[in-house]
């Protein structure tokens, strides 16, 4: 089991930027495939991004291609979103996922792919 820990969220207007971080617990981070989810209210938990072990592969949804970059730093035990340009239709609570997922498997978008999970940071952007 992995204890992930979110941070960074908040409040920011329309185009603005946030960064949120994900920090692991355990000495196993580089094994893990990162992913970022995210769930606005009356929504379903949607797939935002994810990231190799290495951080050489990364996955995007289309809805935040461009705008958003996903990254990791494995000394630091720790994944990070960069999220630039934001929309209103961003706001949401995001959650940090991992899995230790076979080697040579393809990053997956689907929540089920991810046996580990954070509590969520609320992001919030005002038009």
């Known amino acids: 089991q992995v204890q992930l820990i979110e941070s960074g969220g908040g409040l920011v207007q329309a185009g603005g930027s946030l960064r949120l971080s994900c920090a692991a617990s355990?000495?196993?981070?580089?094994?893990?495939?990162m992913g970022w989810f995210r769930q606005a209210p009356g929504k379903e938990r949607e797939f935002v991004a994810a990231?190799?072990?290495?951080?050489?592969?990364?996955r995007y949804a289309d809805s935040v291609k461009g705008r958003f970059t996903i990254s990791r730093d494995n000394a630091m035990n720790t994944a990070y979103l960069e999220m630039n340009s934001l929309k209103s239709e961003d706001t949401a609570v995001y959650y940090c996922?991992?899995?230790?997922?076979?080697?040579?498997?393809?990053?997956?978008?689907?929540?089920?792919?991810?046996?580990?999970w954070g509590q969520g940071t609320q992001v919030t952007v005002s038009s």
């Open positions: 355990g000495r196993t981070f580089s094994r893990l495939i």
């Open positions: 996922a991992a899995d230790f997922a076979p080697f040579g498997q393809s990053l997956s978008s689907s929540r089920y792919a991810y046996a580990n």
């Open positions: 990231i190799s072990r290495s951080g050489d592969n990364t």
